[in-house]
């Protein structure tokens, strides 16, 4: 058996908890990636997913944050799924990104709408492991609307129905799906109706366990980030991770895979 470690972390724009959303100095947001690699380092985590995470934006430094948690956290693979982005004068560029201890062989991003600012996606990549493919979702849905999760959730479940019929042959199990869903579990919202989805495919569970807070992370109320996981991922263990680093806390899976 092998041991797998998968974190998924919304980093809010690398801006710690600043109560300006998003805007912060070069600096500033370069300190606060630093303690998110070494937090990521003591995690030991195989697979990260990143939500809000910026490659080019003028609010926080102009510079490629995803290069630079790769760099210091020490991960050879790393993609990004970029879901607004804006030219001009006050340029930006963010969206999903995955950092991998194994080669990531193929990645495709789903962009839900055409907005330039507040627009969600979902990030596919397929991870070579052990000669086998793990497909890896990433995913963030809209925070304020309801119906709008609702129809991201169906571009997803639709994504993934084209996916299984292509590529099942070459997946070492279903796919792994992870990210700021920005909505509970035991709620009729797009968590829920993913679930269901996802148990007509086999007997998935859902991480972290039922009560288990991320949001926000100074004192946690609300339940908006998760790890689907498919069978064969035997003796899953789960946990929030105590930070103050974003206004979101990490989710950290670990599981066993034969």
Same mark, same amino acid.
């Given at each position: 058996?092998?041991?797998? %470690?998968? *974190?998924?972390?919304?980093?809010?724009?690398?801006?710690?908890?600043? +109560?300006? $959303? %998003?805007?912060?100095?070069?600096? !500033?947001?370069?300190? &606060?990636?630093? !303690?998110?690699?070494?937090?990521?380092?003591? /995690?030991?985590?195989?697979?990260?997913?990143?939500?809000?995470?910026?490659?080019?934006s003028r609010w926080n430094g102009s510079f490629n944050h995803?290069? *630079?948690?790769?760099e210091q956290a020490g991960f050879p693979h790393a993609v990004?799924?970029?879901?607004?982005?804006?030219?001009?004068?006050?340029?930006?560029?963010?969206? &999903?990104?995955?950092?991998?201890?194994? +080669?990531?062989?193929?990645?495709?991003? @789903?962009?839900?709408?055409?907005? !330039? *600012?507040?627009? !969600?996606g979902c990030l596919f990549t397929e991870i070579d492991f052990? =000669?086998? /493919?793990?497909?890896?979702? &990433?995913?963030?849905?809209?925070? =304020?609307?309801?119906?709008?999760?609702?129809?991201?959730?169906?571009? *997803?479940?639709?994504?993934?129905?084209?996916?299984?019929?292509?590529?099942?042959?070459?997946?070492?199990?279903?796919?792994?799906?992870?990210?700021?869903?920005?909505?509970?579990?035991?709620?009729?919202?797009?968590?829920?109706?993913?679930?269901?989805?996802?148990?007509?495919?086999?007997?998935?569970?859902?991480?972290?366990? /039922?009560?288990?807070?991320?949001? +926000?992370?100074?004192?946690? %109320?609300?339940? @908006?980030?998760?790890?689907?996981? +498919? $069978?064969?991922?035997?003796?899953?263990?789960?946990?929030?991770? %105590?930070?103050?680093?974003?206004?979101?806390? $990490?989710?950290?899976?670990?599981?066993?895979?034969?």
């Amino acid at each position: 058996m092998r041991t797998i %470690r998968i *974190v998924t972390f919304n980093i809010a724009h690398a801006r710690g908890l600043s +109560p300006i $959303p %998003r805007i912060c100095s070069e600096r !500033k947001a370069r300190a &606060n990636l630093q !303690k998110i690699a070494r937090l990521l380092v003591r /995690l030991n985590a195989d697979i990260v997913a990143l939500q809000e995470i910026d490659e080019n934006s003028r609010w926080n430094g102009s510079f490629n944050h995803l290069e *630079v948690l790769r760099e210091q956290a020490g991960f050879p693979h790393a993609v990004f799924g970029i879901n607004n982005r804006r030219t001009g004068r006050f340029n930006f560029s963010y969206g &999903n990104a995955i950092l991998s201890r194994h +080669p990531i062989v193929t990645s495709e991003n @789903l962009t839900f709408g055409s907005a !330039k *600012v507040g627009e !969600k996606g979902c990030l596919f990549t397929e991870i070579d492991f052990a =000669g086998r /493919l793990l497909p890896f979702v &990433n995913l963030h849905l809209h925070y =304020g609307s309801r119906a709008r999760r609702f129809l991201q959730v169906e571009q *997803v479940m639709a994504y993934l129905d084209k996916k299984h019929l292509q590529r099942r042959s070459a997946w070492r199990l279903p796919p792994i799906l992870c990210g700021d869903l920005n909505n509970p579990s035991h709620k009729p919202d797009a968590t829920a109706s993913l679930l269901e989805y996802f148990l007509r495919h086999g007997h998935y569970t859902l991480h972290p366990l /039922l009560g288990a807070r991320t949001f +926000p992370s100074a004192w946690p %109320r609300r339940s @908006l980030d998760f790890v689907f996981l +498919p $069978p064969d991922c035997h003796r899953p263990m789960s946990r929030v991770v %105590r930070s103050l680093l974003s206004d979101h806390c $990490p989710v950290l899976v670990e599981f066993s895979l034969p």
